[in-house]
Nanobody, 115 residues
Framework: QVHLVESGGGLAQAGGSLRLSCAASGSIFSINDMGWYRQAPGKQRELVTG???????NYADSVKGRFTISRDNAKNTVYLQMDSLKPEDTAVYYC?????????WGQGTQVTVSS
């Protein structure tokens, strides 16, 4: 089992920044990829970004150049630096950990961007 705890959501103004953290515990040796999805009201959950254990990253087109994912393997933590925030970034952000046999999810953290 892998347990994920997210922090860092909140309210920001358009153009501002927020930083999310996701700390993993439990069977962390089984984790390969980690990253973030988000779900806005009335919309499907969408992939925002992911990072492999080797540090390779991918981003949704909508956040490229504005969001940066990083991973501290020593702390078993993934970070999402969100800059130049837009109102359309408003959503619940969910951390995920892709392990060998399962995908684990955090509880979600609300990000609200005001115009």
């Amino acid at each position: 089992q892998v347990h994920l705890v997210e922090s860092g959501g909140g309210l920001a103004q358009a153009g501002g920044s927020l930083r999310l953290s996701c700390a993993a515990s439990g069977s962390i040796f089984s984790i390969n990829d980690m990253g973030w999805y988000r779900q806005a009201p009335g919309k499907q959950r969408e992939l925002v970004t992911g990072i492999t254990s080797g540090g390779n990253t991918n981003y949704a087109d909508s956040v490229k150049g504005r969001f940066t994912i990083s991973r501290d393997n020593a702390k078993n933590t993934v970070y999402l630096q969100m800059d130049s925030l837009k109102p359309e970034d408003t959503a619940v952000y969910y951390c995920y950990a892709h392990a060998v046999l399962n995908v684990y999810w955090g509880q979600g953290t609300q990000v609200t961007v005001s115009s």
